[in-house]
């Protein structure tokens, strides 16, 4: 079974300055996919970035990059110039191409200090 | 277009009570799927479908049911409600492959069982 760890239980730095979310994770496939969500305080569950395992190429969306390490089984997120819309729980995530099921970190709770 | 709506958005329970929860979706999407969210715990998948008239059971199935009778819905049931079942429940659902194998989200059901 496929497992995935965020060992940074919460964060905090001040505006406009970059913040890296760690996570890991542990399988035994080869083709899978990597997503970044964003839950704020409203609850709803937003996708901010995904990664594809096949691709080299690290996936970026704006002010949000990835650092996928697919041999030290590592997708970290890189916020950079962060905002206080920035603030909120930020869940890592696997998921394997049959049923597609997701599996989530436990969250990295971050705050964004004006 | 509504995306994935939930209701009912919150409920109380006494415990031994029986609800149902339904997630719909008008996205004309394959899969669905059903988690539950607890306090420093990402979402955890209670049972999923891969498309009418199918489910499957996820990660944390006990004390649950499913049924998806039209493409559009999936219900989940509690019919004895325990207090271990306290939680946010979130529906999800995704097309089949595609090309980002994205899923899309509820609002969330605050659950609370006495």
């Known amino acids: 079974a496929q497992t995935v760890t965020q060992s940074q239980p919460e964060m905090s730095v001040q505006e406009a300055e970059t913040v890296t979310l760690s996570c890991t994770y542990d399988?035994?496939?080869?083709?899978?996919?990597l997503f970044w969500y964003k839950q704020p305080p409203s609850r709803q569950m937003i996708l901010v970035i995904r990664q594809e395992a096949y691709k080299q190429q690290n996936a970026t969306e704006n002010r949000f990059s990835v650092n996928f390490q697919k041999a030290a089984k590592s997708f970290s997120l890189k916020i950079s110039d962060s905002q206080l819309g920035d603030t909120a729980m930020y869940f890592c995530?696997?998921?394997?191409?049959?049923?597609?099921?997701?599996?989530f970190g436990q969250g990295t709770r971050l705050t964004i200090n004006p | 277009n509504a995306g994935v709506t939930q209701t009912p958005k919150f409920r109380v329970l006494k415990t031994g009570q029986s609800m149902t929860l339904l997630c719909a979706q008008d996205?004309?999407?394959?899969?669905m799927y059903w988690y539950r969210q607890d306090p420093g715990m990402g979402l955890r998948l209670i049972h999923y479908?891969?498309?009418?008239?199918?489910?499957a059971k996820g990660e944390v199935p006990d004390g649950y049911n499913v049924s998806r009778l039209k493409k559009q819905n999936f219900l989940l049931g509690l019919e004895s409600a325990a207090p271990s079942q306290t939680s946010v429940y979130f529906c999800?659902?995704?097309?089949?492959?595609?090309?980002?194998?994205?899923?899309?989200f509820g609002p969330g059901t605050r659950l609370t069982v006495t």
């Open positions: 399988t035994s496939e080869n083709n899978y996919y």
């Open positions: 999800a659902s995704s097309y089949r492959g595609g090309r980002s194998y994205e899923q899309y």
């Open positions: 479908s891969v498309g009418e008239g199918t489910t």
């Open positions: 996205m004309n999407h394959e899969y």
């Open positions: 995530a696997f998921m394997n191409q049959g049923a597609q099921k997701l599996v």
